[in-house]
């Protein structure tokens, strides 16, 4: 059976702090993993990760996967309100399957 | 907006009712899907529909039933539904099934009493 293990499950900081957020997984035949970000009900997507050590950045996000360890880390600098959300990770298996969501981890980011 | 848009935002339902949700996208997308969020709990994939074929059902009761009637618009017809079931249903598209990047629709949050 597929696992995603997300951590920490919340977490509040104040803006300007920088966030890493961890997820770990065990997918048979892993093919990808996303993130997305869920700010009160649809996520939205944020990166797609195929291939280890290559580093993704969207502005003051960035997220990397290592294929070896199975987990990917993501990392939010000079964090602000606007942040706060609820970060959710999910890889996929072979193509055509779905993706196995994790619990997410809920961010708060205080002024 | 993420081009998926769900009808009603919020429902609140009796047990022995019966209701559906509606989910359209016209970003041209061949897949279809509706998930399930409770609280504290992951996302869970509930019916996957390819080119309106409904692909994957993951063992949901048949209280839930979809309908694909074309590659745009996707419903989840409730009946019977127990307080459990209450929860966020979210519906989602991609290009196609497989393709993992999937646009989410705002949700329906569906209370049961």
């Known amino acids: 059976e597929d696992k995603v293990v997300q951590s920490p499950l919340s977490l509040v900081v104040h803006e300007g702090d920088t966030v890493t957020l961890n997820c770990s997984y065990e997918v048979t035949n892993f093919r990808s993993l996303l993130w997305y970000k869920q700010e009160k009900k649809a996520p939205t997507f944020l990166f797609m990760l195929t291939s280890s050590g290559i580093e993704k950045k969207s502005g003051r996000l960035s997220s990397i996967l290592d294929k070896k360890e199975l987990f990917s880390i993501l990392n939010i600098t000079a964090t602000q309100t606007g942040d706060s959300a609820v970060y959710l990770c999910a890889p996929q298996g072979p193509s055509g399957s779905r993706l196995t969501f994790g619990e997410g981890t809920q961010l708060t980011v205080n002024p | 907006e993420t081009g998926v848009t769900q009808t009603p935002r919020h429902l609140v339902m009796g047990m022995t009712n019966k209701k559906s949700l509606k989910c359209e996208q016209h970003l041209g997308h061949n897949a279809m899907y509706w998930y399930k969020q409770s609280a504290k709990k992951p996302l869970e994939l509930m019916f996957v529909?390819?080119?309106?074929?409904?692909?994957e059902n993951n063992s949901v009761p048949s209280r839930f039933s979809p309908e694909c009637p074309n590659s745009s618009h996707l419903f989840l017809h409730l009946h019977t539904l127990q307080p459990e079931d209450s929860a966020l249903y979210l519906c989602?598209?991609?290009?196609?099934?497989?393709?993992?990047?999937?646009?989410f629709g705002q949700g329906t949050r569906l209370t049961v009493v």
């Open positions: 529909y390819s080119l309106e074929e409904r692909v």
């Open positions: 989602a598209s991609s290009q196609q099934q497989g393709i993992a990047e999937a646009f």
